[in-house]
């Protein structure tokens, strides 16, 4: 308000009225002030990885328009991998993210209150055990003895188990060497480490710039789902948030699926991934986010007692004890 105008209000009020409308102002200012934390509370925070469709929903825009319509607010929040995702999860940082197989039981086992709330199909060419190209090792069964680099407890972990079970190699006959996705891609290319279990798009990524050789990939060996997952007390204080967040990457599902390259081109300086390597994990990526069936947690409760078996997980767990139901 400016001065000549507070002389007038003066002349025209008096000094009572003009003390009624500054306190009204007051009272106007707290209130707007009280609006963004209110605000705050129709924000849903999202963990993502650069694989899956969460990624593609944040690289087309068209998610964050479809929750603002619904007056919800998106905050999006990148990890290397499943492990700190479900971290992030656990500690209350994220409400809602993706992960592979491994990670939830995991976590699960660390009594991490999440709940699953969806799944897409199984993609099991998504994730490989590679070597470099002049590599003398020729099958799975060469790598007993060898140093495998791979994320401890992501979807790659049980990859090398069942393959290493398929061709007779016990999991302790070769050597792990536990390495985030950056390190690892840099101790396979500088030779420190024999072999590389890794998933889409570093998996592509390797193949296209070093020419990586795949030695075996999840085909005939493990489903390689990937999980929607939720805090279990977001999930629970706000089931129409999650069926829009599930509904709009629905969205997304149908537009990418048979459409690679356009995919590729269009998304491909957003979300930081070159179009040929993208286009190379779009095609082995599936798509048709669904609630969990009997089939999906029966799988995953197979992978959650092998790693039990194998003195990986702390405890036994029972995986449909954190299946989300609305309502639950």
Do not use: C
């Amino acid at each position: 308000m400016t001065i000549i105008r507070q002389v007038k209000i003066r002349q025209i009020l008096g000094s009572a009225a003009l003390a009624l409308a500054t306190a009204w102002a007051l009272l106007l200012l707290t209130h707007a002030l009280q609006v963004p934390a209110r605000a705050a509370d129709r924000v849903v925070r999202i963990g993502y990885q650069k694989y899956g469709n969460f990624i593609l929903s944040k690289g087309t825009g068209a998610f964050d328009k479809t929750l603002a319509a619904q007056g919800v607010a998106v905050e999006w929040t990148e990890f290397p991998s499943g492990p700190p995702l479900l971290e992030a999860l656990n500690a209350g940082a994220i409400d809602i993210g993706q992960a592979g197989e491994a990670p939830p039981i995991f976590a699960q086992a660390a009594n991490a209150g999440f709940v699953y709330i969806a799944h897409e199909p199984p993609a099991p060419q998504g994730e490989a055990i590679l070597v470099p190209k002049d590599s003398a090792i020729k099958s799975v069964a060469d790598l007993k003895g060898k140093k495998v680099a791979l994320n401890k407890g992501s979807n790659v972990h049980y990859l090398l188990v069942q393959l290493l079970q398929q061709s007779g190699v016990k999991y302790s006959e070769i050597q792990p060497v536990f390495l985030a996705p950056a390190d690892a891609r840099a101790a396979f290319e500088t030779g420190t480490v024999d072999a590389w279990a890794i998933w889409d798009p570093y998996q592509a990524a390797a193949e296209v710039a070093i020419k990586a050789r795949t030695l075996a990939d999840g085909t005939g060996a493990v489903a390689n789902n990937q999980f929607y997952l939720a805090s279990k007390s977001f999930a629970d204080a706000n089931p129409h948030i999650v069926d829009t967040v599930l509904a709009a990457v629905d969205d997304v599902d149908r537009w990418a699926e048979g459409n690679s390259s356009a995919v590729a081109q269009q998304l491909s300086a957003g979300i930081g991934i070159p179009a040929p390597v993208l286009e190379i994990a779009l095609k082995r990526q599936t798509y048709g986010i669904k609630p969990l069936d009997d089939a999906t947690v029966a799988a995953q409760q197979k992978i959650a007692d092998t790693f039990y078996a194998l003195g990986l997980l702390p405890k036994p767990i029972t995986v449909s004890a954190v299946v989300w139901r609305t309502g639950s």
